[in-house]
């Protein structure tokens, strides 16, 4: 196991802030976070590998790891200590600049895993672009600060509940597995951190449904009406909330998952109409 502590003493570097570089350092987390991506014998999508201890863990049970890195330094070191491990791939790259169609086809144009120590300030969008896409993804299990992991589990009437919280329990039955305290990293973050695990729920993705959702959430303030008149016009929207049963006056954070599927049905159909 690539004990990243030392490896980073050794090679005398300096953890990168901006980077949000907090390297996992505790290997029973890591065999835990492996072992809850039932890899076997499948294609993984790692995101911010570092210095590849997870890769390590995950390389061993997997068939194939694309680990995507943006930091050159890492790169270089994960290089060096991954050479012998003929099954992974580590790419140079933003992950957040990539094009579906690119990362799909890195990855080996099948249907993946996505193990990831997400760095802090991309959880949000790295999330959101797994979440709200049509890549086949098997399953997810992502590590990430626990005040972020409120934003995906958050109820409805709740001010965290967001089109984040939305999509993911449309498309993903979400769990929260362990929590990690700041001793579990090198250098310590000053906060607590969760791994959570998505699990596809079989719904088809539908673009629609996230145009929907950004357009109901778009001013929190202004009722679902006045929102969703932005999209489909002023007396249009009366008529969808008025066939969806919703009183007039209330809000995107008020509806269900259900609500929200209800209204794309009703929108789409009369848009196509």
């Given at each position: ?12 570097l ?12 505790d ?5 835990r ?12 999508l790692e ?10 863990a995950l390389?061993?049970?997997a068939?194939?790891?694309l680990a995507?890195e943006?930091d ?17 791939t580590v790419l140079h790259?933003?992950?957040l ?10 990855v ?22 797994l ?6 993804i098997r399953?997810?299990v992502l590590?990430?600060?626990?005040e972020a992991?409120e ?9 965290l509940?967001?089109p984040?919280?939305?999509?993911c329990?449309?498309y ?7 929590e990690?305290?700041p ?10 951190s ?7 729920n ?5 673009p629609?449904?996230t145009k929907?959702l950004?357009?109901?959430f ?5 009722t679902?009406?006045n929102?969703l008149?932005?999209?489909?016009g002023?007396?249009?929207?009366a008529g969808?909330i008025?066939?969806?049963s919703?009183?007039?006056?209330c809000?995107a ?8 599927v209800?209204?794309?049905h009703t929108?789409?159909?009369?848009l196509?109409?």
């Amino acid at each position: 196991m690539i004990n990243s502590k030392q490896l980073i003493k050794e090679l005398g570097l300096v953890p990168n802030k901006a980077l949000g570089q907090n390297f996992l350092i505790d290997g029973s987390c890591i065999e835990r976070i492996a072992d809850l991506a039932r890899c076997e014998n499948e294609s993984v999508l790692e995101i911010g590998p570092g210095l590849g201890a997870l890769t390590d863990a995950l390389s061993v049970r997997a068939d194939r790891v694309l680990a995507v890195e943006i930091d050159a330094k890492m790169v270089e070191v994960l290089s060096s200590v991954l050479g012998e491990h003929s099954n992974v791939t580590v790419l140079h790259r933003d992950f957040l600049r990539m094009k579906e169609s690119e990362l799909f086809s890195a990855v080996g144009s099948v249907p993946f895993i996505v193990a990831a120590n997400l760095p802090y300030y991309i959880t949000t969008p790295a999330a959101m672009k797994l979440i709200d896409s049509p890549l086949p993804i098997r399953r997810m299990v992502l590590m990430m600060q626990q005040e972020a992991s409120e934003h995906f589990l958050a109820e409805p009437k709740s001010k965290l509940y967001s089109p984040l919280s939305v999509l993911c329990r449309r498309y993903y039955t979400v769990r929260r597995e362990f929590e990690l305290s700041p001793s579990c990293y090198y250098p310590e973050p000053a906060v607590q951190s969760v791994v959570l695990s998505f699990e596809p729920n079989g719904n088809e993705y539908d673009p629609a449904f996230t145009k929907l959702l950004k357009a109901c959430f778009a001013m929190r303030r202004k009722t679902l009406r006045n929102n969703l008149s932005s999209l489909v016009g002023k007396d249009f929207a009366a008529g969808v909330i008025e066939a969806a049963s919703l009183p007039p006056s209330c809000r995107a954070e008020e509806l269900s998952v259900d609500d929200f599927v209800q209204l794309n049905h009703t929108v789409s159909n009369g848009l196509n109409s």
